[in-house]
């Protein structure tokens, strides 16, 4: 069996249904892959226990065509992004203006 990276993000806990939540994302060669993943407990559960619940209901998810998901595909490479021009800070208290509406103001 082929071990699949995976994150839990956003932990929640739904107080009306008396369960965690969270987004669980499996890291695969195919992209990121996304799934939301509940465990009922109650609200003192340990995280041990909270997230390997968590991750055995996203695994099951996986399986089950039904469930909801999303999948994220690699993206290719992005050229390097260029740094911003810094603007020069404004020195009295009103050089903010003649920044924007020039040296009228």
Not at 49 to 55: C, D, F, K, P
């Amino acid at each position: 069996m082929t071990q699949t990276p995976a994150q839990i993000g956003n932990l929640t806990y739904n107080a009306a249904e008396e369960r965690f939540e969270a987004l669980v994302t499996f890291y695969t060669d195919a992209g990121r892959l996304r799934v939301p993943s509940r465990y009922p407990a109650p609200l003192n559960a340990e995280f041990p226990e909270i997230s390997r619940g968590l991750m055995s209901d996203a695994m099951r998810a996986r399986r089950m065509p039904d469930r909801l998901r999303s999948r994220l595909r690699p993206s290719a490479a992005e050229p390097p992004r260029q740094p911003r021009k810094e603007e020069p800070r404004p020195r009295r208290a009103f050089d903010w203006l003649r920044l924007w509406h020039g040296d009228a103001a």
